[in-house]
């Protein structure tokens, strides 16, 4: 167990809606990343925050946002859904005080757009 | 999006043997690390590498950070049928130390 957690579990939703993925990061991390996990595309990093503010970005698409909270959980938001936003979306954390820091993975949300 | 080659793309192997696999760039990474991924699950951090011609342990697994920074191995020694699963190396670039970047993983199946 990292101590990431991630809920839900599981998403089936239909395309145009929006879904909201909920992240907590370990205890005393103060860095959340979001990820992509599809079969073509592989792990793909989305955006990161440290300490509620955004720090990094990556392949993100504009349909697709988050924030970090003062209690510092972290949310992403997937808008006007595709069917190729079906995926595996992993949030992970780190300390966020250096460069390099190691990041820790949660369980996952395996979204389903039908 | 960006990947990191890694090679073998899988690996079908019996109970007891070695396993090595590597990662390359053409890019120089400050920082490796090689992750395990059982399906459906996220990935598990199994060593982290900070320095060049750095060797590290953990238990049956030794990962090395290449010399020319652009490569990292990893080797599990006496495989475990509990070693199935995916494995992925990920990496910091210099210059771009928020974004891990990740390899596109070497499937391992061990037969008991």
């Known amino acids: 167990d990292s101590g990431v957690t991630q809920t839900p579990k599981h998403l089936i939703t239909a395309t145009g809606q929006r879904v909201t993925l909920r992240c907590s990061p370990r205890s005393g991390d103060l860095s959340v990343y979001w990820y992509q996990q599809s079969l073509d595309q592989g792990l793909q990093f989305l955006i990161q925050?440290?300490?509620?503010?955004?720090?990094a970005k990556g392949n993100i698409l504009e349909r697709f946002s988050a924030q970090q909270f003062p209690d510092l959980h972290s949310e992403l938001n997937l808008s006007s859904l595709e069917l190729g936003d079906s995926a595996l979306y992993f949030c992970?954390?780190?300390?966020?005080?250096?460069?390099?820091?190691?990041?820790?993975f949660g369980p996952g949300t395996r979204l389903t757009v039908t | 999006g960006q990947q990191l080659n890694q090679s073998p793309q899988s690996m079908f192997i019996q109970e007891g043997e070695d396993v090595s696999m590597n990662c390359t760039s053409s890019?120089?990474?400050?920082?490796w690390l090689w992750y395990k991924q059982d399906p459906g699950e996220g990935p598990v951090l199994l060593i982290a590498l900070y320095k060049a011609g750095e060797l590290t342990s953990n238990g049956r697994l030794t990962a090395q950070f290449g010399i020319t920074r652009k490569d990292s191995f990893l080797n599990i020694s006496a495989s475990i049928p509990s070693d199935v699963g995916i494995y992925f190396c990920a990496g910091y670039q210099s210059g771009a130390t928020n974004k891990l970047i990740f390899g596109t993983g070497t499937l391992l199946a061990v037969q008991p």
């Open positions: 925050y440290y300490n509620g503010e955004e720090r």
């Open positions: 890019s120089i990474f400050n920082t």
């Open positions: 992970a954390s780190s300390v966020g005080t250096a460069e390099g820091d190691e990041q820790y």
